[in-house]
C-alpha cells in the first residue's frame, strides 16, 4: 500500500539524517523536549487539555482517512486546517495571555530589561497584619463573608479601578463594616496597599483552573484568579461556613486559624522590606550569627 511504503520512506530519511546528527542536533533535540514537555504540563489544568484530546482524535481519524484513501475527508481537513490555527488561538485567549503573563514575571526578563521594580511609599505594617488578622477572625465568628486582597510588588491598579475608592487607614473596625451584610460596599473584594484601604467592591477574575475543589464558591475562585495573576496575598473568609483561608502564588491554604493567619500574613508580608533592603538584610545576618 502507498501508505507503507512512504513510511519507509520517511524511515530510511531519519536513518540518513542521524547518521549525520551533529551536536547542534541534539541540543535542538533536548530544547524541543523542554518546551514540549513545559507546554503540556502548562495545559494540564486548562481547557487547553480536553482541547488536545479532541485535537488527538482528530488526528486518528485522519491518519485511518489517509491509509484508507478517503480523498473527500483529506480534502476537507486540508482546507478547514487552514482555519484550524486562528481558531485554536481565539478560544484559548485567556489560557494564552495567562501563559504569556507567567512568562514575563519571570526574574530573567526582570534582571535584562529592569521592567519588574515597583516603588512604595508605604509597606503593609505589622499593626496593619493585626488589624486585618482581627477582622477576619470577628468575620468569621458571625459568618460575614469577605474578601481582602493585599497589593505586594505586583501592582493591582486594575483591578482598583473597578471599585469605588476608599483610601482609608486599615483598621478592623473599617474592614468588619465594609463587608456588612446589606451595605454599600460588602459585594465585591477590598484591596489593601501598604497600610490603607485602596478600593472597595472590586471584581476579579474568576480561576479556571480544573483542579479546585467543587464546594468552593466564587469568593474562592476570585482570590485563587488574582492569586494566579498576581503576586497578591488574598484573605477568604467563607459566609457559609465561616472558615478563613489564604490564596497565594495560585495556591489555596483553608482552615485557618487568627494565629496562623497571622504567622503567614507576616512571613509573606513582612519578608518582602527585609530582604529589598540591604541594611535589614545585614543586621538580619549578623544576629543570625549571635544567636549561633
Known amino acids: 500500500m502507498q501508505?507503507?511504503?512512504?513510511?519507509?520512506?520517511a524511515f530510511n530519511n531519519f536513518t540518513i539524517y542521524r547518521t549525520t546528527m551533529g551536536i547542534e542536533d541534539i541540543i535542538e533535540i533536548i530544547i524541543i523536549a523542554i518546551l514540549l514537555y513545559f507546554i503540556l504540563r502548562w495545559m494540564k489544568n486548562t481547557r487547553?487539555?480536553?482541547l488536545l484530546k479532541g485535537l488527538i482524535v482528530i488526528g486518528v481519524f485522519l491518519l485511518i482517512a489517509m491509509a484508507l484513501q478517503m480523498q473527500t475527508i483529506l480534502w476537507l481537513a486540508r482546507n478547514i486546517l487552514q482555519f484550524a490555527v486562528i481558531a485554536l488561538i481565539i478560544v484559548?485567549?485567556?489560557e494564552l495571555?495567562?501563559?504569556?503573563?507567567?512568562?514575563?514575571k519571570k526574574n530573567f526578563l526582570g534582571v535584562i530589561l529592569n521592567l519588574n521594580s515597583h516603588e512604595y511609599v508605604d509597606r503593609t505594617s505589622e499593626k496593619t497584619i493585626n488589624e486585618i488578622v482581627k477582622a477576619c477572625t470577628e468575620m468569621a465568628k458571625v459568618r460575614t463573608g469577605s474578601l481582602i486582597c493585599i497589593e505586594r510588588k505586583e501592582s493591582l491598579k486594575s483591578f482598583e479601578e473597578t471599585g469605588i475608592t476608599v483610601d482609608g487607614e486599615v483598621s478592623n473596625q473599617l474592614l468588619i463594616n465594609i463587608f456588612e451584610k446589606n451595605t454599600p460596599l460588602h459585594d465585591g473584594a477590598v484591596i489593601i496597599r501598604g497600610n490603607?484601604?485602596?478600593s472597595a467592591t472590586c471584581y476579579l477574575h474568576l480561576s479556571t483552573s480544573l483542579t479546585i475543589s467543587k464546594e468552593l464558591g466564587t469568593r474562592h475562585r476570585a482570590g485563587l484568579g488574582l492569586s494566579e495573576e498576581s503576586d497578591a496575598v488574598t484573605i477568604i473568609v467563607s459566609e457559609e461556613t465561616g472558615r478563613i483561608a489564604l490564596a497565594?502564588?495560585?495556591g489555596l491554604e483553608r482552615n485557618l486559624t487568627g494565629d496562623v493567619l497571622r504567622s503567614r500574613l507576616c512571613?509573606?508580608?513582612?519578608?518582602?522590606?527585609?530582604?529589598?533592603d540591604p541594611k535589614n538584610h545585614r543586621i538580619g545576618r549578623r544576629r543570625h550569627k549571635n544567636h549561633e
Open 196 to 198: 490603607r484601604v485602596a
Open 97 to 104: 495571555r495567562k501563559a504569556l503573563e507567567d512568562l514575563g
Open 248 to 250: 497565594v502564588g495560585g
Open 92 to 94: 484559548l485567549q485567556p
Open 267 to 276: 512571613e509573606l508580608l513582612l519578608s518582602v522590606e527585609r530582604e529589598e
Open 3 to 9: 501508505w507503507i511504503s512512504q513510511a519507509k520512506d
Open 48 to 50: 487547553a487539555w480536553a
